[in-house]
């Protein structure tokens, strides 16, 4: 597990990045599950606002994304555990375990999955200021090889990339500027992620 505690160019914000692997935590077995899901629900996203520091701007997005309650989505089988949900929960475990002191206020508030194909790009984007909807941000990688289109943080660390490897997951502070670079591979990228809320959050 790797952690990086910096601050933020844009507004000298503390922020954390949590980089762990997953594999041997039994979730290489559950990726052929995302990958059912996401090819169950995901669709072209089209235009769409993204929230940024200065605002809301609209931007046209030709990858493939689901809705954001993955984790509600009830597996067709009994005995099947919703791969995203089991996500969520480890994501939590894992901040629970790594930041102190810990916060038992904690919930999922939203997951997806999405595909990027050669020459889809995600925009520098939030996902919202310190509060209930996003306190933590959270990528999973599914299906990556290390020439994929890396994660970019641009106002940490002069422009931090995070290069994607299967099984790692990247957690970090909700407000944090991220994007992905142009995906320049001829197989998909693949990727789960989600939102995680803070109940003891107020305004």
């Not at 160019?9 to 899901?37: M, T």
């Not at 909807?133 to 002069?158: G, Q, R």
Request: hydrophobic share 30%; aromatic share 12%.
């Amino acid at each position: 597990m790797k952690i990086t505690h910096s601050f933020c160019s844009e507004n000298q914000q503390p922020c954390v990045i949590i980089q762990r692997q997953l594999l041997r935590s039994g979730f290489q077995s559950c990726h052929d599950d995302f990958v059912k899901y996401i090819d169950m629900y995901a669709h072209p996203k089209g235009r769409e606002q993204y929230f940024t520091s200065s605002g809301y701007k609209t931007h046209d997005s030709d990858f493939y994304e689901t809705d954001y309650y993955m984790h509600q989505v009830t597996p067709s089988i009994k005995t099947e555990k919703n791969p995203f949900l089991a996500l969520g929960q480890k994501v939590i475990s894992t901040i629970e375990n790594v930041l102190s002191p810990v916060n038992t206020s904690l919930y999922i508030y939203e997951t997806w999955g999405n595909t990027l194909v050669q020459g889809n790009i995600i925009e520098p984007h939030s996902h919202g200021w310190n509060g209930p909807k996003a306190s933590y941000v959270y990528v999973y990688n599914i299906s990556v090889c290390e020439n994929c289109a890396s994660l970019v943080f641009p106002t940490v660390n002069n422009g931090m990339k995070i290069s994607p490897k299967i099984g790692q997951i990247v957690i970090f502070s909700g407000w944090l500027v991220h994007a992905v670079d142009e995906h320049e591979c001829d197989h998909p990228r693949i990727n789960a992620g989600g939102n995680i809320g803070d109940l003891s959050y107020s305004v």
